[in-house]
């Protein structure tokens, strides 16, 4: 349990944890003695995580979320949940991501990834230390606002009002936020991302705030 403890909570490959037990003639088999007893978790083939009930922590979605498929960062509306900007909890976790569409379904939940243009990718993205002892990849506020409005089939919304409903009805978006928000990420987004109209208009709303 000591061995195991001393991982943490950050995702590790399986050759990680076979040297944790490099003494044993068939780490192998400790290995699945130690995922039938729940003492690990396998998030997907080779990648795998040590239960809280080893260590009394709880695990990061968010720090599974990057380590599952990426380079990816967390965003849309499990960004947005996590900054306390939509009310509604969120079961799916959403990351975006510069590869084909993945989706996965694992111990831990859901995990979706979105892909958007290579340059879009590197915008406003934040690297959020929890407790000094892991970190996270995680959208601004902005940017996971933007985020979902590009990643979301079917949205058209051609007028300022059109977005403000959007925000305030569908998403019940904390409105106040808005006033703070950084012009100049939207810019950016607007520049190298889809929905240009959609982004625009979010943009206006932003500016008239100003």
Do not use: W
């Amino acid at each position: 349990m000591e061995r195991l403890k001393r991982m943490g909570i950050i995702p590790v490959n399986k050759d990680v944890l076979y040297s944790l037990f490099d003494d044993l003639k068939q780490p192998k088999d400790k290995m699945s003695y130690l995922e039938y007893r729940k003492l690990i978790v396998r998030i997907k083939r080779d990648l795998y995580v040590v239960s809280k009930n080893v260590h009394n922590q709880e695990i990061s979605r968010e720090l599974v979320a990057n380590h599952l498929y990426g380079p990816s960062y967390v965003s849309q509306e499990s960004a947005l949940a996590h900054y306390g900007l939509i009310p509604e909890r969120v079961f799916t976790m959403r990351s975006v991501c510069m590869k084909p569409y993945k989706r996965y379904e694992t111990p831990l939940g859901h995990f979706e990834y979105m892909k958007v243009p290579d340059e879009y990718f590197q915008i406003a993205v934040n690297q959020e230390i929890i407790d000094n002892s892991y970190c996270f990849l995680i959208a601004s506020p902005e940017k996971a606002l933007c985020d979902l409005i590009l990643c979301t089939n079917n949205l058209r919304l051609q007028s300022v009002k059109a977005m403000s409903e959007y925000l305030e009805q569908n998403l019940r978006f904390e409105m106040s936020v808005l006033a703070s928000f950084n012009l100049n990420i939207v810019e950016e987004c607007l520049r190298f991302g889809r929905k240009k109209r959609e982004l625009t208009q979010l943009l206006k709303l932003l500016s008239h705030g100003k």
